[in-house]
Protein backbone atom coordinates (compact mmCIF):
# COMPACT_ATOMS: atom_id res chain seq x y z
CA UNK A 1 0.00 0.00 0.00
CA UNK A 2 1.73 3.27 -1.21
CA UNK A 3 2.26 5.59 1.94
CA UNK A 4 -0.16 8.84 0.48
CA UNK A 5 -2.93 7.82 -2.14
CA UNK A 6 -5.62 9.85 -3.85
CA UNK A 7 -8.04 9.54 -6.70
CA UNK A 8 -6.04 11.02 -9.74
CA UNK A 9 -9.80 11.85 -10.56
CA UNK A 10 -10.06 14.45 -12.99
CA UNK A 11 -13.25 15.51 -11.43
CA UNK A 12 -15.10 17.20 -14.50
CA UNK A 13 -17.78 19.46 -12.55
CA UNK A 14 -20.35 22.27 -13.47
CA UNK A 15 -19.63 26.30 -12.21
CA UNK A 16 -20.93 26.06 -8.76
CA UNK A 17 -21.21 22.48 -7.87
CA UNK A 18 -20.00 21.16 -4.51
CA UNK A 19 -16.84 18.81 -5.05
CA UNK A 20 -15.08 16.48 -2.35
CA UNK A 21 -11.61 14.65 -2.48
CA UNK A 22 -10.30 12.41 -0.02
CA UNK A 23 -6.74 11.74 0.36
CA UNK A 24 -5.57 7.95 2.85
CA UNK A 25 -2.62 7.68 4.67
CA UNK A 26 -0.83 4.84 5.96
CA UNK A 27 1.38 5.85 8.79
CA UNK A 28 -1.29 5.83 11.85
CA UNK A 29 1.57 7.80 13.72
CA UNK A 30 1.08 11.12 11.11
CA UNK A 31 0.85 14.24 12.56
CA UNK A 32 0.31 17.32 10.42
CA UNK A 33 -1.93 17.00 7.50
CA UNK A 34 -1.93 19.73 4.60
CA UNK A 35 -3.83 20.61 1.25
CA UNK A 36 -1.44 21.78 -1.06
CA UNK A 37 -2.93 23.27 -4.87
CA UNK A 38 -1.22 23.48 -7.95
CA UNK A 39 -1.48 24.92 -11.25
CA UNK A 40 -0.25 23.76 -14.48
CA UNK A 41 3.33 24.93 -14.89
CA UNK A 42 3.37 25.99 -11.22
CA UNK A 43 4.55 25.10 -8.25
CA UNK A 44 3.09 23.61 -4.90
CA UNK A 45 1.10 26.55 -3.04
CA UNK A 46 -0.33 25.96 0.37
CA UNK A 47 -4.08 26.16 0.71
CA UNK A 48 -5.00 25.17 4.14
CA UNK A 49 -3.68 23.52 7.00
CA UNK A 50 -5.75 20.05 8.21
CA UNK A 51 -7.06 20.43 11.76
CA UNK A 52 -8.15 17.45 14.24
CA UNK A 53 -11.56 19.77 14.77
CA UNK A 54 -11.73 20.64 11.20
CA UNK A 55 -11.28 23.72 9.66
CA UNK A 56 -12.71 26.33 7.28
CA UNK A 57 -11.29 28.96 5.06
CA UNK A 58 -14.03 30.30 2.87
CA UNK A 59 -15.15 28.14 0.22
CA UNK A 60 -12.88 25.38 1.41
CA UNK A 61 -13.40 23.04 4.35
CA UNK A 62 -10.49 20.68 5.41
CA UNK A 63 -11.33 17.42 7.86
CA UNK A 64 -9.19 14.46 9.35
CA UNK A 65 -10.70 11.26 9.80
CA UNK A 66 -7.70 9.77 12.08
CA UNK A 67 -9.82 6.36 12.81
CA UNK A 68 -10.19 5.88 9.42
CA UNK A 69 -6.48 7.40 8.62
CA UNK A 70 -7.87 9.78 5.66
CA UNK A 71 -8.52 13.66 5.59
CA UNK A 72 -10.96 15.06 2.60
CA UNK A 73 -11.24 19.00 1.40
CA UNK A 74 -14.81 19.90 0.00
CA UNK A 75 -15.52 22.73 -2.15
CA UNK A 76 -18.26 24.48 -2.08
CA UNK A 77 -19.74 26.67 -5.24
CA UNK A 78 -16.78 26.37 -7.12
CA UNK A 79 -15.22 28.42 -9.24
CA UNK A 80 -13.82 28.53 -12.36
CA UNK A 81 -10.54 29.88 -11.09
CA UNK A 82 -10.40 26.47 -8.85
CA UNK A 83 -9.37 24.33 -11.72
CA UNK A 84 -5.91 22.85 -10.85
CA UNK A 85 -4.61 19.57 -9.35
CA UNK A 86 -5.17 19.59 -5.79
CA UNK A 87 -2.28 17.46 -3.52
CA UNK A 88 -2.27 16.62 -0.09
CA UNK A 89 0.96 16.26 1.90
CA UNK A 90 1.20 14.30 5.06
CA UNK A 91 3.68 14.75 7.83
CA UNK A 92 4.48 11.72 9.40
CA UNK A 93 8.31 10.81 9.90
CA UNK A 94 8.83 12.54 6.47
CA UNK A 95 6.25 15.02 4.29
CA UNK A 96 4.96 12.62 1.82
CA UNK A 97 2.86 14.33 -0.80
CA UNK A 98 -0.15 12.50 -2.72
CA UNK A 99 -0.24 12.07 -6.22
CA UNK A 100 -2.79 14.95 -6.72
CA UNK A 101 -6.19 14.58 -7.87
CA UNK A 102 -6.96 17.15 -10.65
CA UNK A 103 -10.17 19.06 -10.88
CA UNK A 104 -11.83 20.69 -13.99
CA UNK A 105 -14.49 23.62 -13.53
CA UNK A 106 -16.67 23.94 -16.14
CA UNK A 107 -18.51 27.09 -17.59
CA UNK B 1 9.23 38.51 2.63
CA UNK B 2 10.75 37.27 -0.17
CA UNK B 3 10.05 33.31 -1.26
CA UNK B 4 11.90 29.95 -1.74
CA UNK B 5 14.18 30.88 -4.66
CA UNK B 6 15.34 28.50 -7.29
CA UNK B 7 17.99 29.36 -10.41
CA UNK B 8 17.98 28.74 -13.04
CA UNK B 9 14.33 28.56 -14.14
CA UNK B 10 14.86 26.79 -17.42
CA UNK B 11 17.72 24.92 -18.41
CA UNK B 12 18.24 22.76 -21.67
CA UNK B 13 21.70 20.89 -21.73
CA UNK B 14 22.66 17.92 -23.71
CA UNK B 15 23.07 14.45 -21.90
CA UNK B 16 26.54 13.94 -20.62
CA UNK B 17 26.55 17.65 -19.19
CA UNK B 18 26.86 18.66 -15.57
CA UNK B 19 24.19 20.51 -14.31
CA UNK B 20 23.40 22.64 -11.07
CA UNK B 21 20.68 23.62 -9.64
CA UNK B 22 20.74 26.57 -7.01
CA UNK B 23 18.11 27.68 -4.34
CA UNK B 24 18.21 30.24 -1.37
CA UNK B 25 15.42 28.96 1.06
CA UNK B 26 13.33 31.30 3.42
CA UNK B 27 15.38 32.88 5.67
CA UNK B 28 14.65 31.33 9.45
CA UNK B 29 13.34 28.21 7.76
CA UNK B 30 15.76 25.26 9.09
CA UNK B 31 14.46 22.32 6.95
CA UNK B 32 15.49 22.15 3.05
CA UNK B 33 13.41 20.03 0.85
CA UNK B 34 14.34 18.98 -2.89
CA UNK B 35 11.71 17.42 -5.26
CA UNK B 36 11.82 15.94 -8.65
CA UNK B 37 7.85 16.26 -10.64
CA UNK B 38 6.84 14.53 -13.86
CA UNK B 39 4.18 13.33 -14.81
CA UNK B 40 4.77 10.02 -14.79
CA UNK B 41 5.85 9.85 -10.89
CA UNK B 42 4.29 12.73 -9.52
CA UNK B 43 6.03 14.64 -7.10
CA UNK B 44 8.84 12.61 -5.47
CA UNK B 45 11.21 13.81 -2.97
CA UNK B 46 14.89 13.65 -3.30
CA UNK B 47 16.50 14.85 -0.07
CA UNK B 48 15.73 16.62 2.92
CA UNK B 49 17.88 18.77 5.28
CA UNK B 50 17.83 20.10 8.73
CA UNK B 51 19.94 22.42 9.45
CA UNK B 52 22.42 22.52 6.89
CA UNK B 53 22.43 18.75 7.60
CA UNK B 54 21.51 16.03 5.33
CA UNK B 55 18.78 14.30 6.93
CA UNK B 56 17.48 11.71 4.34
CA UNK B 57 18.70 11.25 0.78
CA UNK B 58 16.88 7.63 0.02
CA UNK B 59 14.74 9.74 -3.33
CA UNK B 60 18.14 10.26 -4.94
CA UNK B 61 17.84 8.19 -7.71
CA UNK B 62 21.78 7.26 -8.06
CA UNK B 63 25.31 8.35 -7.79
CA UNK B 64 24.83 10.54 -10.75
CA UNK B 65 22.84 13.02 -8.21
CA UNK B 66 24.78 15.23 -5.14
CA UNK B 67 23.04 18.06 -3.26
CA UNK B 68 24.95 19.97 -0.77
CA UNK B 69 24.12 22.29 1.90
CA UNK B 70 26.91 24.60 2.96
CA UNK B 71 25.32 27.62 4.64
CA UNK B 72 21.51 28.04 6.06
CA UNK B 73 20.74 30.31 2.85
CA UNK B 74 22.17 28.12 -0.24
CA UNK B 75 21.37 24.77 -1.67
CA UNK B 76 22.78 23.03 -4.59
CA UNK B 77 21.79 19.97 -6.39
CA UNK B 78 23.94 18.32 -9.08
CA UNK B 79 23.54 15.94 -11.98
CA UNK B 80 26.56 14.73 -13.33
CA UNK B 81 26.22 13.27 -16.08
CA UNK B 82 22.71 14.01 -16.57
CA UNK B 83 20.69 11.34 -18.84
CA UNK B 84 17.20 12.55 -21.08
CA UNK B 85 15.40 10.72 -18.55
CA UNK B 86 16.40 13.15 -15.75
CA UNK B 87 14.11 15.92 -17.61
CA UNK B 88 11.71 16.80 -15.63
CA UNK B 89 10.85 20.21 -13.00
CA UNK B 90 12.75 20.02 -9.80
CA UNK B 91 11.55 22.09 -6.86
CA UNK B 92 13.33 23.33 -4.14
CA UNK B 93 11.11 23.78 -0.73
CA UNK B 94 12.07 24.89 3.01
CA UNK B 95 9.64 25.24 6.08
CA UNK B 96 10.52 25.84 9.53
CA UNK B 97 9.76 23.36 12.21
CA UNK B 98 9.04 25.07 15.59
CA UNK B 99 7.84 23.33 19.00
CA UNK B 100 5.39 20.76 18.60
CA UNK B 101 4.28 22.15 15.35
CA UNK B 102 5.05 20.93 11.93
CA UNK B 103 4.49 23.27 9.46
CA UNK B 104 3.96 23.84 5.73
CA UNK B 105 6.68 23.31 2.80
CA UNK B 106 6.99 26.50 0.64
CA UNK B 107 8.27 25.72 -2.58
CA UNK B 108 10.10 28.07 -5.26
CA UNK B 109 9.16 28.10 -8.47
CA UNK B 110 11.06 25.42 -10.26
CA UNK B 111 13.84 24.96 -12.51
CA UNK B 112 13.01 22.81 -15.93
CA UNK B 113 15.62 20.87 -16.72
CA UNK B 114 15.93 19.20 -20.35
CA UNK B 115 18.54 16.96 -21.29
CA UNK B 116 18.63 16.20 -25.16
Known amino acids: RKEVEQDPGPFNVPEGATVAFNCTYS??????FFWYRQDCRKEPKLLMS???SGNEDGRFTAQLNRASQYISLLIRDSKLSDSATYLC????????FGPGTRLSVLP | DAGVIQSPRHEVTEMGQEVTLRCKPI?????LFWYRQTMMRGLELLIY????????DSGMPEDRFSAKMPNASFSTLKIQPSEPRDSAVYFC??????????????FGDGTRLSIL
Open chain 2, 27 to 31: SGHDY
Open chain 2, 49 to 56: FNNNVPID
Open chain 1, 50 to 52: VYS
Open chain 2, 93 to 106: ASSDKSGYSNQPQH
Open chain 1, 89 to 96: AIYGQNFV
Open chain 1, 27 to 32: NSASQS
